[in-house]
């Protein structure tokens, strides 16, 4: 990348950044971004593609140290299968509420946003794996989507803004509710009449 084109990248996505954690997910246009970044419309179109895009490529960068971590734990061996797991959502929900804005952005404008993260497919998986060494023969899918949907940034948002529980409340109902689904029985893929 040249370093005009280095320096604007870079701009645009501070200035996206500024204007989602000031205004909110909703508050902010293309053309807006474009003026706080100091370059014309037309550039942010052809770098991002749309909203969807820019945002995206702000969550990626917010990002980059939790899918680092996940990475690690998925190869850390060593580590008792449960504490893994743990860990794994304990970090993710430390992610979410430090980029809080940003990953509200992101589920506001992609439906593929399934995961409080930019790579919704890639965090499932890597959750998918590390619950399989747990619940060998569960239905570690749906519970990876179960324990995910907690950890939605809209979700997150709701119980500490607008229920008042505060962030390290929701923080230990979270990984309460993680230990139980580690505990509990595990139902088989489609178990169940209605699954059948």
Not at 43 to 67: I, K, M, P, Q, Y
Not at 88 to 105: I, K, R
Not at 135 to 152: C, I, Q, T, W
């Amino acid at each position: 990348m040249r370093k005009d084109a280095a320096r604007n990248h870079a701009a645009i996505l501070g200035a996206a950044v500024r204007l989602i954690v000031e205004r909110g997910p909703e508050g902010f246009s293309m053309e807006d971004v474009a003026t706080a970044a100091g370059v014309g419309k037309g550039t942010v179109f052809r770098r991002f593609g749309d909203r969807e895009g820019l945002v995206r490529a702000v969550v990626d960068g917010s990002s980059e140290r939790w899918r680092a971590e996940s990475r690690e734990l998925l190869e850390a061996d060593h580590l008792p299968a449960e504490e893994r797991v743990i860990t794994y959502v304990a970090t993710l929900f430390d992610h979410v509420v430090a980029a809080l804005p940003l990953v509200m952005a992101l589920e506001r404008v992609s439906a593929r946003s399934i995961a409080c993260d930019a790579d919704a497919e890639l965090t499932h998986a890597r959750l998918v794996a590390l619950v399989g060494r747990v619940k060998p023969g569960a239905d570690v899918e749906f519970l990876a989507h179960a324990l995910l949907a907690g950890l939605r940034a809209e979700v997150v948002h709701h119980l500490v803004h607008r229920c008042g529980l505060g962030v390290a409340r929701v923080r230990a109902g979270v990984l309460s509710v993680a230990r139980a689904v580690l505990a509990g029985e595990a139902e088989p893929a489609g178990g169940g009449p209605s699954g059948e």
